[in-house]
C-alpha cells in the first residue's frame, strides 16, 4: 500500500518545484551570457561595459577607493571562507545540522562551479584593476559567493531582512567589483545569477530536511 504524502509534504512541493524552475532559468542565463561573451564578444567586453568601465576609471576617488577594497578582502579569500565557517558553526550549535551541511556545500559547489567557467570561458578581465586576481573574468567569483550565501542563508532563516539586506550586500558587492576593474558588468550579473542558481537547486534536494530544522515563528523556509 502506497504512503500518503502529509499535508506539509503537499503544501511545500508548490516552493520546490518553484525553486527547480528559478534555479533552471538563472543557470540557463549564465549559460546564455557565456556564450554571448565568447561567441560575440570574443572575449573581450560587451558594447556599454567598456564604456561604464571607462567611466568609473575616471571618476574614482581615494575614499571609495578604500570601501572597495574592504569589500574585496570581505568577499572573498580567507575572510569569506571565516565567514562562511562562522555562520556553519552557528547553524551547528543550533542544532540545524542540515541547514548547515546546505550552506556549506552551497557556498563549496559554487565555488568550484565559478573556477571551471572561468577556465572554459578565458576571458580577460579590464586594464585598469586595482586588487589581486586569478585567471579569468567570467564570471564574477565574490558576486557569486555573496549571492549563494544570501540565497541560503535567506532559505534557512526565513527572515524578511535577510532577504533584504542580502540583496543590498549583493548589489554592492557587484558594483564593487566593476570599480575595482576587476570584472565586467556581465562578470557580475553571471555570478550572482550563479550564485543564487546553486542555492537553489541544492535547495530541491534538501528542502524536505530543512523543512524539519525550521524554528518555530520564522518564514517559510521555501525558495522566493
Not at 534555479?23 to 567586453?45: E, I, K, W
Not at 573556477?115 to 586594464?127: D, L, N, S, T, Y
Not at 558588468?185 to 528542502?207: E, K, Q
Request: aromatic share 8%.
Amino acid at each position: 500500500m502506497a504512503v500518503r504524502p502529509s499535508t506539509s509534504e503537499r503544501a511545500a512541493r508548490p516552493g520546490v518545484r518553484r525553486a527547480a524552475v528559478l534555479a533552471a532559468a538563472a543557470l540557463f542565463l549564465v549559460a546564455a551570457l557565456a556564450v554571448v561573451v565568447v561567441d560575440r564578444a570574443r572575449g573581450g567586453p560587451l558594447g556599454f561595459e567598456g564604456a561604464w568601465t571607462s567611466w568609473l576609471v575616471e571618476h574614482r576617488s581615494s575614499s571609495w577607493t578604500l570601501v572597495m577594497l574592504v569589500l574585496d578582502r570581505v568577499g572573498g579569500g580567507w575572510a569569506a571562507l571565516v565567514l562562511t565557517a562562522g555562520a556553519v558553526g552557528a547553524l551547528v550549535v543550533g542544532r540545524r545540522p542540515w541547514s548547515a551541511l546546505y550552506l556549506a556545500s552551497s557556498v563549496a559547489f559554487c565555488a568550484g562551479l565559478v573556477q571551471v567557467i572561468k577556465h572554459v570561458v578565458a576571458r580577460a578581465r579590464p586594464e585598469d584593476i586595482l586588487v589581486a586576481a586569478d585567471f579569468g573574468s567570467f564570471p564574477s567569483g565574490h558576486s557569486a559567493n555573496a549571492a549563494v550565501a544570501v540565497v541560503a542563508l535567506g532559505i534557512v532563516l526565513g527572515r524578511g531582512w535577510v532577504w533584504t539586506a542580502g540583496g543590498v550586500y549583493v548589489a554592492v558587492m557587484m558594483f564593487s567589483r566593476i570599480f575595482l576593474g576587476a570584472h565586467w558588468v556581465s562578470d557580475t550579473v553571471a555570478g550572482a545569477l550563479l550564485g543564487a542558481g546553486v542555492a537553489l537547486l541544492l535547495f530541491t534536494a534538501l528542502a524536505a530536511r530543512l523543512r524539519l530544522e525550521r524554528p518555530s515563528g520564522s518564514g517559510s523556509s521555501a525558495a522566493p
